[in-house]
């Protein structure tokens, strides 16, 4: 079984950056994909950022061009930096993997919260 647990998150103003971690309880070399979902208050859980074991990436529309997601498979780790943050940006953040060659998220950490506030 993979245990995920995220850090980083906080609050921060609009405009301002911060970047998210996750670290895997085994080695991620095995794991195809890994990414980040967020989830607001009465909102569906929804994908942001995904990045596979060949380096990948896919982004939610609405983040393209501001976060960035990457992985460290020497340390096991994921990461999601984000900049240019906006009130919208605020929700939970879910760190999530799939197993070997999966297409399907079947792994989650506990979630981290960030707040775009003033």
């Known amino acids: 079984q993979v245990q995920l647990v995220e850090f980083g998150g906080g609050l921060v103003q609009p405009g301002g950056s911060l970047t998210l971690s996750c670290g895997a309880s085994?080695?991620?070399?095995?794991?195809?994909?890994l990414g980040w979902y967020r989830q607001a208050p009465g909102k569906q859980r929804e994908l942001v950022a995904g990045?596979?074991?060949?380096?990948?990436?896919n982004y939610a529309d609405s983040v393209e061009g501001r976060f960035t997601v990457s992985r460290d498979n020497a340390k096991s780790m994921v990461y999601l930096q984000m900049n240019s943050l906006r009130p919208e940006d605020t929700a939970v953040y879910f760190c999530?993997?799939?197993?070997?060659?999966?297409?399907?998220?079947?792994?989650w950490g506990q979630g981290t919260q960030v707040t775009v506030s003033s």
């Open positions: 085994i080695s991620i070399r095995s794991i195809n994909l």
């Open positions: 999530a993997a799939t197993d070997r060659w999966g297409l399907k998220y079947k792994y």
């Open positions: 990045v596979s074991i060949g380096g990948t990436t």
